[in-house]
């Protein structure tokens, strides 16, 4: 019974983000509201780690599974994506820079608060 509560749980928090999103036509992810619904029940105490830590490391495990799809999609649509090299590989070297300088902060500022 036990890997069916945390997949209940997890899957629970993942309808409640796409039902959020669709009822409030917000544009985050429903799924990425479903994390962040599960992570404040995970802080609140409302959901204890152990009851989704064994389905959270088998879904992170088996992460490459979730990456063919896009793959795939990526192939369909190269010839647009050649035409469009330029805005496309601009905004994933920007991105890619802001994401490593924003990590390294918030890295500092969590190292500054335990000393």
């Known amino acids: 019974m036990r890997p069916y509560r945390g997949l209940a749980i997890i899957f629970g928090f993942y309808a409640l983000g796409e039902l959020t999103d669709s009822v409030l036509n917000l544009s985050i992810p429903g799924s990425v509201i479903g994390m962040l619904y599960l992570l404040g029940a995970l802080?609140?105490?409302a959901v204890k780690l152990e009851w989704v830590e064994g389905e959270a490391e088998l879904f992170v495990r088996n992460m490459s599974v979730m990456f063919v799809p896009p793959g795939v999609g990526i192939v369909t649509y190269m010839g647009l994506l050649k035409s469009q090299a330029v805005p496309v590989f601009g905004?994933?070297?920007?991105?890619?820079?802001?994401?490593i300088l924003v990590t390294a902060e918030t890295v500092e500022l969590m190292r500054r608060g335990r000393e």
């Open 43 to 45: 802080l609140g105490g």
């Open 91 to 99: 905004a994933l070297v920007i991105s890619f820079l802001i994401t």
